[in-house]
């Protein structure tokens, strides 16, 4: 009886579990590296560049990479600036930190070293959804370094609620990784096409969008633990961070759609612009949570923006002064 029983649970498992290493194998083999890898202390970050001029560094939200951004706007701005965006630790084809990886003041930490790396001086940050926290970290941190900041539908203050309960389970030692490997491979294809639509609501989404972004690489195990590990921290992170807004001194255009159900925008925009001095507040009538993807045209302008500010203050440097 204990042997059926036993046999009954184990071949399910083994065959979800195969199924997912599988899953894993072809999401991989269909989405592959298109950018270098970067090799920094502690992991390597996937990074694609292109253009030329000043630097503007695109950060995908969370459950993303950086196709989010080629299957957008990245063309366009790689043809007026340097262009860079890159998978952020843990997503996509970057390797996860094991040193407090999932924290946004460690990600931009990580994403300073790769830009003396790389030679990105004063660079224009754009950062969508959970990466508006990360871009928030990296110019509290290091304001002499930040060009300027476009928060786009981002993160900046704590939320009512959680974060969804499957999040907290894949955050869970032993348990989220059974669930990560069990349950999320198979899942995903049965609701990625329902989430895609709840994200981009009201609006549409692209018919490739799938296809162009490479969204299924969320669904490897060890992506989906690092996504939840993410969002499960990040209200307290948020909470500490709002206190300090106050100083950040880099131009900053906060831009969001007046329907974004993801990230609620009376909670996390204006809140933020009334905090930090100067900043520009730019609500986008019936959009949801993608402008990116939805009115291009408002980010690239804002983009625009930001760059001119950026070049005018390098103008007023007197000769001998550090840019």
Known sequence: ????????????????????????????????????????????????????????VMLHGASGNL?????SIFDDVAGRYRAIALDRPGHGWSDAWKDEGDDPRR????????FQRMGVDRPVLVGHSFSGTVVLAYALRYPEN??????????????????????????????????????VPLGYLVRAEAAVRSVFH???????????????LYSRPHTVRTNARELTRLKPIVTQMAREYGSITAPLIA???????????????????????????RVLDTVGHCPHHVAPDAVLTAI???????????AEIPAGGSA
Not at 304 to 314: E, I, K, S, T
Request: glycine share 12%.
């Open 67 to 71: 196709r989010d951004w080629t299957a």
């Open 202 to 216: 009201p609006n549409r989404p692209p018919p490739d969008y799938a296809d162009q972004t490479g969204i299924a």
């Open 107 to 114: 990600q931009a930490a990580i994403l300073h070293d790769a």
């Open 304 to 314: 625009d923006d930001l760059v001119r500010r950026r070049v005018g203050a390098d």
């Open 1 to 56: 009886m204990v042997l059926t029983m036993l046999i009954g649970i184990g071949l399910p498992v083994c065959a979800l579990w195969a199924f997912s290493l599988w899953r894993t194998h072809d999401v991989e083999r269909r989405f592959p590296v298109v950018g270098d890898r970067l090799v920094l202390d502690g992991g390597s970050l996937h990074i694609l560049q292109r253009g030329e001029g000043v630097p503007v």
């Open 146 to 183: 930040t060009g300027g900041i476009l928060f786009l539908s981002g993160v900046s203050h704590p939320w009512p609620g959680g974060v969804g309960r499957h999040h907290e389970i894949a955050a869970l030692p032993v348990i989220g990784a059974l669930f990560a490997h069990l349950c």
């Open 255 to 281: 831009l969001t759609g007046d329907s974004d159900g993801v990230i609620y925008t009376h909670l996390h925009t204006p809140p933020l612009v009334d905090k930090v001095p100067g900043a520009e507040l």
